[in-house]
């Protein structure tokens, strides 16, 4: 384990790319240390390597395993550890225009211009003297069901994250995904009560998977809803798998996926087009996805792909002077008709907690 820190130290001394990351309910942390900091793109998805993929745009960032050290090593074993309350001063500038934003998205709902719309914030955090590997090992001990990553490219930036949403898994033909959408907070009671409004969420984001995927796929199978645990909050999961047919490949499932209604909306470019006129931010990789791309397995034959919607996550701004270092945290929220704009703000602080948490 120091050993590999000590690597990913030297990588980040020497401006090169890497990525650090662990899968969910797994002990191994694996590592992609490029060997130069060329900026290579993944184009037909036939290219193997880990992918790093934006909210829009067709830039999906390659690390690839032909310019890559690939490192791994066990990790100890972490209890889920339990954080203090973060002390949370609300910032009513931000909360205002966060509730103005929400009630503009459901008003464009009840107006039937969308059935639902995914919308975010971005909250600034000074972090100084910013040390990465121990805010990482805090998130892979706060974390352990999650897919827990640091990304780093000279050239865009440094990325961290928790995220608890698997986009695609894929073995040759078969695949599985999952709709998880509704949230709230973990209250320590196996009694859990989902409101309307959180179910319908849910069912809005599985529709939309099983209908699209229908032209590309030749067999799917679901499952019931569940409530999913992760870290504090709670979200209601459906799993879905099935065979990708003959005529179809990875990057047409991949391309009918993202941006799923869980991180955009429905009708989905209705969705995007509003968030991209009211947000008011870039989301970058916020809401991308990321992960394994055609790793090869024990069989040569057999590639496996691994991809997981960026959220959860925080882009780190690291200044010339330590001690103005930022962390640039990104919390969304699905909004229908029946959404309270008061309730989708507090939802939002408690996503922030996930980050501040570990800084």
Known sequence: MIDFFIKVKQQETQHLPFVIYRKPNTSRLIGYFQKNDHLYFAENFNEMGFVFAPFEGNQMILMPKEQSVKWDAELPSFEESSHSDVAFTENEEAKEHFITLVQKGVDAIKKGLLNKVVLSREEIVAVPNFDLVSVFTKLLQSY??????????????????????????????KFYTMALAGTQTFQGSSDIVWEKKEKEEQQFVTDFILNNLESVTSEVTISSPYTLKAGNLLHIKTDIEGIIDANSNLKEVVSILHPTPAVCGLPKDKAKAFIFENEGYNREYYSGFLGELNKKGIDIQKSKTDLFVNLRCMQIKIASDPAMTKAHLYMGCGITKDSIPEHEWKESVNKSMTMKKVL
């Open 144 to 173: 352990p069901s999650a897919f827990t990553y640091c990304w780093f490219h000279p050239k865009i930036g440094l990325w961290m994250g928790a995220t608890p949403e698997q986009l695609l898994k894929a073995n040759k033909n």
